[in-house]
Nanobody, 116 residues
Framework: QVRLVESGGGLVQAGGSLRLSCAAS????????MRWFRQAPGKERELVAI???????YYADSVKGRFTISRDNAKNTVYLQMNNLKPEDTAVYYC??????????WGQGTQVTVSS
């Protein structure tokens, strides 16, 4: 089973940037569709971005043009580059590895706080 550890969260001013990392161990991330979710206080967890096991990416409309998801299979790590951050991006960000055959695995989350 793959294990995921997120890092890179923190406090940043509006307009700033952060890069989240999701380091995987146990299995190669090349076997998985890798996804970033976020959950703000009092709100449901929402999908932010996907990078497919093959090729291609998906972004939620709210982050399109500002966030970039990427993967480095050699480092077994997925990244989320977040630019032009807004206060409404404040949330706990979770990494998720999904494979139709083996199921879905979550990391523990990393807090992102954007001040206005």
């Amino acid at each position: 089973q793959v294990r995921l550890v997120e890092s890179g969260g923190g406090l940043v001013q509006a307009g700033g940037s952060l890069r989240l990392s999701c380091a995987a161990s146990g299995r190669a991330i090349s076997m998985y569709d890798m996804r970033w979710f976020r959950q703000a206080p009092g709100k449901e967890r929402e999908l932010v971005a996907i990078i497919w096991r093959g090729t291609g990416t998906y972004y939620a409309d709210s982050v399109k043009g500002r966030f970039t998801i990427s993967r480095d299979n050699a480092k077994n790590t997925v990244y989320l580059q977040m630019n032009n951050l807004k206060p409404e991006d404040t949330a706990v960000y979770y990494c998720n590895a999904n494979n139709a055959g083996t199921g879905s695995v979550w990391g523990q989350g990393t807090q992102v706080t954007v001040s206005s």
